[in-house]
């Protein structure tokens, strides 16, 4: 069994400060993870992924997570906000189990940006 | 293609009539999903196809809901006497299939269909 929870619905940051979403983890098995940004009206884009390499992990646009497997946690964090980073984003969960592969989204945490 | 198409990208139905969505996954990918996402939530399971097969349909609401896929490829999603809790985005993805753990099989999604049930 596999769920991830994100622990805030909503943040609010102002432009050029940090940003901090976080995600917590649940898997019987070595689990990859992946964040993902929605835009309004649009798809669901691959922010970064862990596959048991590095534990710090870096994506697009300058966002990063970190692997804590003590924690079962994977933040994601950007050092400087931009306005155009006003998204939703997922932490998904996957793992191999039973002859399937189902990733698993967490409910998403809405980033809202201020000037 | 180059990415995941979905179709219709709009469709306004009445309530009771039958619609189908169609999906288009990358080509060579063999696994393909399809997910539900209702106004202000995350996204809802709906089926997984390896191939053509369907390993886990459990995600399915009801038995209104169907999904095929031929030749490995296409699928479509069907809801049949639709009703206003079923709309939603619904949005399909693809990925290389089952792999060894920890291969983190990337999952690529289309801009999905948008349903409203009137």
């Known amino acids: 069994a596999q769920s991830v929870t994100q622990l805030d619905s909503h943040v609010s940051v102002s432009e050029g400060t940090p940003v901090l979403l976080r995600c917590n983890y649940s898997?019987?098995?070595?689990?990859?993870l992946f964040w993902y940004v929605q835009h309004p009206n649009k798809g669901l884009q691959l922010l970064l992924k862990y596959t048991s390499a590095a534990t710090l992990v870096k994506g697009i646009n300058g966002f990063e997570a970190e692997f804590k497997k003590s924690e079962t946690s994977f933040h994601l964090t950007k050092p400087s906000a931009h306005m155009s980073d006003a998204a939703e984003y997922f932490c998904v969960v996957a793992a191999p189990s039973g002859g399937s592969y189902i990733p698993t989204f967490g409910r998403g945490t809405s980033l809202i940006v201020h000037p | 293609g180059a990415g995941v198409s979905q179709s219709p990208s709009n469709k306004v139905t009445e309530k009771g009539k039958d619609v189908e969505l169609r999906c288009d996954p990358i080509s060579g990918h063999t696994a393909l999903y399809w997910y539900r996402q209702s106004l202000g939530q995350g996204l809802e399971f709906l089926i997984y196809?390896?191939?053509?097969?369907?390993?886990?349909k459990s995600g399915l609401p009801s038995d209104r809901f169907s999904a095929e896929r031929t030749g490995g490829s296409v699928s479509t999603l069907t809801i049949q006497r639709t009703q206003q809790e079923d709309s939603a985005v619904y949005l399909c993805?693809?990925?290389?299939?089952?792999?060894?753990?920890?291969?983190?099989?990337?999952?690529?999604f289309g801009e999905g269909s948008w349903l409203t049930v009137v």
């Open positions: 993805a693809s990925s290389w299939g089952q792999s060894q753990p920890r291969s983190g099989n990337t999952i690529y």
């Open positions: 196809f390896q191939g053509n097969s369907a390993p886990d």
């Open positions: 898997s019987s098995y070595s689990p990859s």
